[in-house]
């Protein structure tokens, strides 16, 4: 298994552009995270699945944020009508369902929106 | 709810040193408690974890980390410090097994020769 695999690795846009990210989690691990993480400041949550359920979703997410794992194995995170706020590092990661064995993180994408 | 305050949020060593980074938590439950590492450019990495099993937990690179429930803290040592331990440190709490975890603002460290 290669790990928790983010693409792109990079993503320039401009303001009110549309960008789809995705996240390809390690094939054993149910559970599938996404946070968003800005200069100085820890991953914050927006939103985590088991299998292709959504389970929670960050209440300081905009309605602008939407995420799908359509088949239980990768997820997709879709920000609509971006601004510069946006502008950040988003990290998956995933784990097993029990244990709590902690996460596995992707390198994350960073975008930066101009 | 939970929360994560690291107190400070740079720590410098010199080579050799005892390194240790503070997290104090809060949880309304009994909490299940982290570190992360994040070496420049790189993703996020689990150091340590406690689930309950033990209140001293051995890491990955020499770390380990005491949980002290009446002090509600989980702080990160390491008895001699290396170049190779500069990097960011995240403290995080959860408090359901495998849910969402909230984590603190990071410290970083810095190793001087």
């Known amino acids: 298994d290669t790990g928790v695999s983010q693409n792109p690795r990079h993503k320039i846009t401009k303001r009110g552009q549309n960008v789809t990210f995705r996240c390809d989690p390690i094939s054993e691990h149910n559970r599938l995270y996404w946070y968003r993480q800005t200069l100085g400041q820890g991953p914050e949550f927006l939103t985590y699945?088991?299998?292709?359920?959504?389970?929670?979703k960050s209440r300081l997410l905009s309605d602008r944020f939407s995420a799908e794992r359509p088949k239980g194995s990768f997820s997709t995170l879709e920000i609509q009508r971006t601004e510069q706020g946006d502008s950040a590092m988003y990290l998956c990661a995933s784990s097993e369902t029990l244990g709590n064995y902690g996460y596995t993180f992707g390198s994350g994408t960073r975008l930066t929106v101009v | 709810a939970q929360s994560v305050t690291q107190l400070g949020s740079h720590v410098s060593v010199s080579e050799g040193a005892l390194v240790l980074l503070r997290c104090n938590y809060s949880s309304s439950v009994p909490p299940y408690l982290f570190w992360y590492v994040q070496y420049p450019n790189q993703g996020l990495q689990l150091l340590l974890k406690?689930?309950?099993?033990?209140?001293l937990v051995k890491g990955i690179n020499g770390f380990e980390a005491e949980f002290k429930k009446s002090e509600t803290s989980f702080h990160l040592t390491k008895p001699s410090a290396h170049m190779s331990d500069a990097a960011e440190y995240f403290c995080a709490v959860s408090d359901t097994n495998a849910g969402k975890s909230t984590f603190g603002d990071g410290t970083t460290l810095t190793v001087k020769p």
């Open positions: 406690y689930t309950s099993a033990a209140t």
């Open positions: 699945f088991q299998n292709e359920a959504q389970l929670e």
